[in-house]
């Protein structure tokens, strides 16, 4: 007899283990570029393929996939995409070549695409209005830990074992949570999108992988190098065309009108901005740590893991104000600590910063972990269920480029002012550049209407996971 477990307890536990493979293979692999570098015999700008090559497909996937989920529904989609990112896994863990490691990251790029917007819409479907600050207690738990963990667990598989072991460990994750979801994952009613809109999809699917191309190079090739101007400018262009082709069709494959409700679209670039402060933040601590201060990369993990713990406290906190105090206070002084935190580490150096820079990590995931609760709960308060997989799908995308925009800005900075060994002047620099981006944040943040969000703000549970709704997926 089949066991009844209730939509909320599924859908969560599925997402949230994919979401967190997800976003942890990618930090992971940064760790493991210089040793692909020396196992393939190749330049470190030539094993650069294998990051780009997943960025240039997730970009590609990304903008399909709300439509996708719609079309041929949520759980089928879902369930794919896990089962093609596992996969896509084990051959990148059995490559003999780097041109064949490459190719088996594109399409595990292609399943992490589909991954992210399709399972956020099944968990904004799953959860009604009232009840999703505490689905965001579950979201924030990858969107902290993974990127604080990824630099540890990779420099330990790396050094202890090899970098094949980077790809399997997302094995087991992929199969538990693909079993789970395939025994127990419900259908619900899904929402049928209108005929395939194929300019559209052409126009964004070359259009974004460019400008991601662009953003992910810049710093490192130069923002006036041929390669950078060669996809930066067409991919500009193409985004342009886009946009405007979109508002002109019935049936566009994203409803970038979506971004005329005020809440959807202030938190959006709120999250947008504190995600490019909080990535670009941790592409630059590491850097600062070992380059300019010569810490190990183990030591350098470990400093930055606080961010991790301070995120939970920080979304634990947040969680049981927002009811009586609503997102946009909230979110204001979340952004605010991170302004100062991110800000007190343009003052870190050699003889502080091995306990500074821990504290000031968990000071920064406490902070971010405030403001992203309450934002997310409330950024699709005023979205329709059925709109519910197309604001998934702009979200993540315009989140992703945000990710992007804040490495590139960083990396720029630094390659502007050349911080060499124990020279920190670029460094701080760098901090105070990503100090102002999170100030920004803050800023929309302070635009945010707590009226538009009161329906999450509604007398609820609080405590466990209740009955699952008409739209689970």
Request: contains cysteine; proline residues 7%.
């Amino acid at each position: 007899m089949k066991v009844a477990i209730p939509a909320k307890v599924v859908v969560s536990a599925v997402f949230v283990a994919s979401m967190f493979m997800n976003i942890m293979d990618a930090t992971v692999v940064n760790v493991a570029l210089p040793t692909l570098s020396r196992y393939f015999g190749v330049p470190v700008a030539s094993v650069s393929g294998v990051v780009s090559a997943y960025l240039v497909t997730l970009a590609v996937a990304m903008p399909a996939s709300g439509w996708i989920g719609d079309r041929f529904g949520a759980r089928r989609v879902m369930l794919t995409a896990i089962s093609v990112f596992t996969v896509a896994s084990a051959l990148c863990g059995v490559a003999t070549s780097l041109p064949e490691l490459v190719a088996f990251r594109a399409v595990q790029g292609f399943g992490g695409g589909l991954l992210i917007p399709v399972g956020m819409a099944m968990m904004f479907r799953t959860f009604p209005p009232a009840e999703r600050i505490r689905a965001n207690r579950l979201l924030t738990v990858p969107t902290l830990m993974a990127p604080a963990l990824g630099p540890v667990i990779g420099g330990l598989l790396v050094d202890g074992l090899s970098w094949r072991w980077i790809f399997y460990i997302n094995l087991p994750v992929g199969a538990a949570a693909l079993v789970f979801g395939a025994l127990f994952l419900p259908g619900g009613t899904e929402h049928r999108p209108g005929p395939f809109d194929l300019p559209g999809f052409l126009l964004a699917g070359l259009g974004f992988p460019l400008f991601m191309y662009a953003l992910s190079t810049g710093a490192s090739s130069g923002w006036d190098s041929p390669l950078v101007l060669g996809t930066g400018i067409p991919g500009i262009l193409l985004l342009i065309l886009f946009v405007t082709v979109e508002l002109r069709v019935a049936e566009p494959m994203l409803r970038l009108r979506i971004y005329s409700d005020r809440l959807f679209r202030m938190t959006n670039l709120q999250l947008s901005f504190a995600g490019a402060g909080f990535v670009g933040t941790l592409f630059l601590v590491p850097l600062l740590l070992q380059n300019g201060l010569g810490f190990t990369a183990v030591h350098s993990g470990l400093s930055t893991f606080p961010e991790a713990l301070g995120g939970m406290v920080g979304v634990q906190v947040t969680t049981h104000l927002y009811k009586r105090v609503g997102p946009r206070r909230l979110m204001v002084a979340g952004m605010c600590g991170t302004v100062a935190t991110i800000g007190g580490m343009a003052f870190a150096g050699p003889g502080d910063a091995a306990w500074l820079i821990p504290v000031l990590m968990f000071c920064t995931g406490g902070s971010f972990g405030f403001a992203m609760a309450p934002s997310q709960a409330a950024g699709m308060a005023t979205v329709s269920a059925a709109q519910t997989g197309q604001a998934s799908t702009l979200l993540n995308t315009l989140r992703q480029a945000g990710g992007a925009a804040g490495v590139a800005l960083l990396g720029t900075v630094l390659g502007a002012t050349r911080p060499g060994p124990f020279d920190l002047a670029g460094y701080r620099l760098a901090f105070a550049a990503a100090a102002c981006v999170m100030a920004l944040g803050a800023v929309f943040s302070g635009l945010v209407s707590d009226a538009d969000a009161a329906p999450t703000m509604a007398g609820g549970p609080e405590g466990g996971i209740g009955q699952p709704v008409p739209e689970a997926a």
